[in-house]
């Protein structure tokens, strides 16, 4: 069963920066879109941005500006580089895997807590 690892989260202050990276444990065929989605306490889970295989990004109007998605495919790998870190992006951030079946991959969460 092919697993998706998350790292890179941890305690930041506001202003800060961080990055977030999701690797597959094994292969995963015909991956169509790697995204990164968030949920805070008491909130839904939402997309906070996505890549597909051929680069084309999609940003939450919260991510804009600030957070940068960006993919390996050889590695199967996504990153989200996290600039300006705001308390309210304090959340439990998931990597998701989707494929042309589809099916879809999601990680165990990483959690981001940013705060003075």
């Known amino acids: 069963q092919v697993q998706l690892v998350e790292s890179g989260g941890g305690l930041v202050q506001p202003g800060g920066s961080l990055t977030l990276s999701c690797a597959a444990s094994?292969?995963?065929?015909?991956?169509?879109?790697m995204g990164w989605y968030r949920q805070a306490p008491g909130k839904s889970r939402e997309l906070v941005a996505s890549?597909?295989?051929?680069?084309?990004?999609n940003y939450a109007d919260s991510a804009k500006g600030r957070f940068t998605i960006s993919r390996d495919n050889a590695k199967s790998t996504v990153y989200l580089q996290m600039n300006s870190l705001k308390p309210e992006d304090t959340a439990l951030y998931y990597c998701?895997?989707?494929?042309?079946?589809?099916?879809?991959?999601w990680g165990q969460g990483t959690q981001v807590t940013v705060s003075s």
């Open positions: 998701n895997f989707r494929t042309l079946n589809p099916i879809n991959y």
């Open positions: 890549i597909t295989s051929g680069g084309v990004t």
């Open positions: 094994g292969r995963i065929f015909s991956i169509i879109v």
